[in-house]
């Protein structure tokens, strides 16, 4: 019998778009999380339920990939007519209409209301979505997350009203957006816990025009087409789904540990309170895109969920870098990761000239001396002694951890 991964087969068929394959893979996750619809859930906790529906963003600079990965998978869940996807440019009060209309969908074949508030945000413009967060709007979609039914009466838009919320989110932003996104006090508790902040600065670079004339178009048709039937059998996939024993002792083990090593950055420590939520939704996924007909997560599947989250975390904190408004922190950050590399590749150390000139680009000029030596304080950047000022040589400073 052939062997079935959805997951690894949407990375595969994805690899001639120029997306980095940790955002390709997550994609794909977030593709099976929004196609199941809140039909599917596990237990961890007697009593209450878990959903595999997650809240993703794809950070990195501009032209990266991040929403080619986000189109390719939206490509594929256009071709589920249940699935309740949204445009790919939404902004909240649109949103929050849409959950209006979802809640009451009427069954075509039973004639009943849904009550379902059930949608799925493939976002390549997070900032349109969420341009200034307000309280409100932070706690409607924390509760939202955790498929609690939420009512609200809010100030601008009356009563905001979400019955059995199923949302999936899979946004893209430059780590730019965090300076005026969410608040410093907000990364302990709220919705930023809940998010999976997906990181990478692997350009992926291919050769120009290295394709055939029947490849010249419809490339996110044909990934469509190809992943129509297995996610129309995904689509189909009710009810709860168990643990395998040796999962549930794998897992309860991790859990009790605090699934190590944790993150260190102090910004994620309230997402590090969620980890072992994140590892059981991944772990129905990865199981189900497996085999559909499962209804047991089995260890390799937990282990699986594990290692993706484990191989994501490190690079989580330079999604970071800005967050609590210092807008200029991922450029400083730009120039210590460029600094490093030429050092590596031509064992010399960098001008000050070149520095000043790459700053000049994104930073005011009357900023560019304390910008400089606030990395020099952050040993970001070390300066070659023996050198002065304004001809100072410069080589790689401590790497964040």
């Given at each position: 019998?052939?062997k079935v991964d959805l997951i690894e087969d949407f990375v595969a068929a994805t690899s001639h778009i120029p997306?980095?394959?940790?955002?390709?893979?997550?994609?794909?996750?977030?593709?099976?999380?929004?196609?199941?619809?809140?039909?599917?859930?596990?237990?961890?906790?007697?009593?209450?339920?878990?959903?595999?529906?997650?809240?993703?963003?794809?950070?990195?600079?501009?032209?990266?990939?991040?929403?080619?990965?986000?189109?390719?998978?939206?490509?594929?869940?256009?071709?589920?007519?249940?699935?309740?996807?949204?445009?790919?440019?939404?902004?909240?009060?649109?949103?929050?209409?849409?959950?209006?209309?979802?809640?009451?969908?009427?069954?075509?074949?039973?004639?009943?209301?849904?009550?379902?508030?059930?949608?799925?945000?493939?976002?390549?413009?997070?900032?349109?979505?969420?341009?200034?967060?307000?309280?409100?709007?932070?706690?409607?979609?924390?509760?939202?997350?955790?498929?609690?039914?939420?009512?609200?009466?809010?100030?601008?838009?009356?009563?905001?009203?979400?019955?059995?919320?199923?949302i999936v989110i899979v946004g893209a932003c430059t780590p730019n957006w965090f300076a005026e996104g969410f608040?410093?006090?907000?990364?302990?508790?709220?919705?930023?816990?809940?998010?999976?902040?997906?990181?990478?600065?692997?350009?992926?670079?291919?050769?120009?025009?290295?394709?055939?004339?029947?490849?010249?178009?419809?490339?996110?048709?044909?990934?469509?087409?190809?992943?129509?039937?297995?996610?129309?059998?995904?689509?189909?996939?009710?009810?709860?789904?168990?643990?395998?024993?040796?999962?549930?002792?794998?897992?309860?083990?991790?859990?009790?540990?605090?699934?190590?090593?944790?993150?260190?950055?102090?910004?994620?420590?309230?997402?590090?309170?969620?980890?072992?939520?994140?590892?059981?939704?991944?772990?129905?996924?990865?199981?189900?895109?497996?085999?559909?007909?499962?209804?047991?997560?089995?260890?390799?599947?937990?282990?699986?969920?594990?290692?993706?989250?484990?191989?994501a975390e490190p690079d989580m904190p330079k999604a970071l870098v800005a967050a609590g408004g210092n807008v200029?922190?991922?450029?400083?950050?730009?120039?210590?990761?460029?600094?490093?590399?030429?050092?590596?590749?031509?064992?010399?150390?960098?001008?000050?000239?070149?520095?000043?000139?790459?700053?000049?680009?994104?930073?005011?000029?009357?900023?560019?001396?304390?910008?400089?030596?606030?990395?020099?304080?952050?040993?970001?950047?070390?300066?070659?002694?023996?050198?002065?000022?304004?001809?100072?040589?410069?080589?790689?400073?401590?790497?964040?951890?």
């Amino acid at each position: 019998m052939e062997k079935v991964d959805l997951i690894e087969d949407f990375v595969a068929a994805t690899s001639h778009i120029p997306a980095p394959e940790r955002f390709r893979r997550w994609a794909a996750l977030g593709a099976v999380s929004a196609v199941l619809n809140r039909n599917v859930w596990t237990s961890i906790v007697e009593g209450l339920p878990l959903f595999p529906n997650l809240y993703i963003l794809f950070v990195a600079k501009p032209a990266v990939g991040k929403s080619l990965a986000i189109q390719a998978a939206r490509a594929v869940l256009e071709t589920q007519p249940e699935v309740n996807l949204g445009p790919d440019s939404i902004t909240h009060e649109a949103f929050v209409q849409r959950l209006g209309q979802a809640a009451a969908t009427v069954n075509e074949a039973t004639g009943e209301i849904t009550a379902k508030a059930a949608l799925a945000l493939f976002l390549t413009e997070w900032g349109t979505f969420m341009r200034e967060p307000e309280n409100d709007d932070l706690a409607m979609l924390a509760a939202m997350y955790d498929n609690t039914t939420y009512e609200a009466e809010t100030i601008g838009r009356g009563k905001d009203h979400a019955e059995n919320p199923y949302i999936v989110i899979v946004g893209a932003c430059t780590p730019n957006w965090f300076a005026e996104g969410f608040r410093p006090n907000d990364y302990e508790q709220g919705l930023p816990t809940r998010f999976l902040f997906i990181y990478s600065d692997a350009v992926k670079v291919r050769k120009p025009f290295s394709f055939g004339p029947a490849k010249a178009a419809g490339a996110f048709a044909e990934i469509a087409g190809r992943f129509q039937e297995p996610f129309d059998k995904l689509g189909r996939v009710e009810g709860y789904v168990g643990w395998a024993q040796d999962a549930a002792a794998w897992f309860n083990d991790q859990w009790l540990a605090g699934f190590p090593p944790e993150p260190k950055e102090p910004l994620l420590s309230g997402y590090c309170g969620r980890r072992h939520l994140h590892v059981a939704k991944l772990a129905i996924l990865f199981m189900l895109a497996r085999d559909p007909a499962s209804r047991i997560i089995g260890l390799s599947d937990a282990q699986r969920a594990w290692e993706v989250l484990r191989e994501a975390e490190p690079d989580m904190p330079k999604a970071l870098v800005a967050a609590g408004g210092n807008v200029y922190q991922s450029r400083m950050e730009t120039i210590a990761l460029f600094v490093e590399r030429e050092y590596i590749r031509t064992n010399k150390p960098v001008p000050e000239w070149e520095i000043r000139q790459r700053l000049s680009q994104t930073i005011a000029p009357n900023l560019l001396q304390t910008t400089l030596e606030q990395m020099l304080a952050m040993q970001r950047l070390r300066v070659r002694e023996g050198t002065v000022y304004p001809s100072r040589l410069f080589i790689p400073g401590a790497k964040v951890k």
